[in-house]
């Protein structure tokens, strides 16, 4: 039914004459009305309450419950009582007429039933309920518009003696105003105290850090160059080289430990990024994990990569945690993993793919969640944080990450590097 269809009124007519009802029926549906039709009382109250007529036709003399006593039922139930209700009757005296007016009838039309009479009555009342259901509505929102204006001035006057108040702690606060300066004045170098404390100790975390930390690394790295300095004829070309990989990851290892000072001074200073060759990255990421590739005899292929600005150091962590993650979490086959970016619209999409044990879908987003493992420590360690700083790092770019996997057949993990300021993508396979 179209949606523009008018609704036909309903009448619910009530007859215990077969004859009479069959009639009545006929005459309503010839004149475009909807017709339910009962023979008894019980089932009128019944019908009117779940089918909710537009008007009823109500015949007085019936078996059971009459139709006075119906009507007398429907005008006590909530739902029904303002249907109108028309008595049918062949009785001309004026008492019934009356009793019927009496228990909640609106009219009545006096049997046999004369056609035109009945439809104009009918029409007559429906339009009369229709008028009053619009000014009901119309009454409800006049007592709404009338309870908002009430709301509104009461408002109103609220703010007038908030107005009143306020003006007059004002005039207060004027007169005293000497010693609020004193109070505040007071305040604010307690402030400045609690400030200038607060960067001491900000100041003293920084030293412990930057001691305590980088003091053995550089210990490391000043005697694995009298190592190299010493023993440099002395070894091997693998041992000098093994050298150089303790040198190299020293001082990887500081310079991530003065990013951190960095990130722990509340960004006082801009984060340095600088253009940097995403394939250089990735090398110095497959020299630090080279025991680890070895071990596996994994393949590493490296394809495509551009020229992007960032922080080595961040860039550096990213890379290292997603194939870390590949070698750590391989099959029983050989360990692959082809790393590879497309161009898209104002943005790098970089891909790391394995073909490890693989991740099922319903922790897609979980394993991105700080200590979040989906393995026990004895089948594969791990702290659980290294794909939630995967996705710290990405999101401080205003990149994003995910993983597109397959149970048993492997993961790809991609993430995006925004375009502005890269200079070009050169191609690199190893």
């Not at 003065?258 to 801009?270: P, V």
């Amino acid at each position: 039914m179209a949606e523009d269809t008018i609704r036909a009124d309903v009448i619910l007519v009530v007859d215990d004459t077969l004859s009479s009802l069959q009639q009545l029926q006929s005459i309503l549906q010839s004149n475009g009305f909807t017709v339910i039709v009962t023979q008894d009382g019980m089932s009128a109250l019944s019908k009117a309450e779940y089918a909710e007529p537009d008007l009823i036709l109500l015949d007085i003399l019936m078996p059971g419950f009459d139709g006075l006593e119906v009507c007398l039922k429907l005008k006590n139930n909530k739902k029904t009582q303002d249907i109108p209700i028309i008595f049918m009757t062949a009785l001309t005296d004026t008492d019934n007429k009356v009793k019927g007016f009496n228990t909640g009838g609106i009219d009545y039309i006096t049997k046999p039933i004369e056609e035109e009479e009945l439809i104009v009555r009918i029409k007559t009342h429906l339009t009369l309920r229709k008028i009053r259901q619009q000014l009901q509505e119309q009454n409800k929102e006049l007592k709404k518009e009338i309870s908002i204006r009430q709301g509104t001035e009461s408002k109103l006057k609220h703010s007038q003696q908030i107005l009143e108040k306020v003006n007059c702690e004002l005039e207060t606060r004027v007169l005293e105003r000497t010693t609020e300066l004193v109070q505040a004045k007071q305040k604010l170098e307690k402030i400045n105290t609690e400030l200038i404390q607060s960067n001491q100790e900000l100041e003293q975390f920084a030293y412990i850090v930057s001691h305590d930390l980088q003091a053995p690394l550089r210990s490391l790295n000043m005697f694995a160059d009298l190592l190299a300095q010493e023993y440099h004829n002395k070894l091997s070309d693998e041992a000098n080289q093994y050298i150089k990989y303790i040198v190299d990851g020293a001082t990887r290892m500081q310079a991530l430990i003065k990013d951190l000072l960095l990130y722990c001074r509340a960004g006082k200073n801009e984060q340095t990024w600088i253009s940097i060759d995403l394939k250089d990255i990735v090398q110095l990421v497959i020299q630090d994990l080279h025991e680890t590739i070895e071990r596996n005899n994994a393949i590493i292929t490296i394809k495509n990569l551009p020229i992007v600005q960032v922080n080595p150091t961040e860039i550096n962590q990213l890379f290292q945690n997603l194939i870390t993650n590949g070698l750590k979490f391989c099959s029983q086959a050989q360990p692959k993993i082809v790393i590879d970016t497309k161009l898209l619209e104002q943005q790098w999409l970089i891909s790391v793919q394995d073909n490890g044990i693989g991740i099922e879908s319903q922790y897609f987003k979980e394993i991105f969640q700080v200590f979040q493992r989906l393995h026990t420590q004895e089948q594969y360690l791990g702290t659980g944080i290294g794909l939630a700083i995967c996705q710290k790092i990405v999101q401080r770019y205003g990149g994003k990450i995910w993983v597109e996997s397959e149970l048993g057949k492997g993961s790809t993990f991609y993430f995006t590097l925004p375009l502005k300021n890269s200079v070009s993508v050169k191609f690199y396979s190893q």
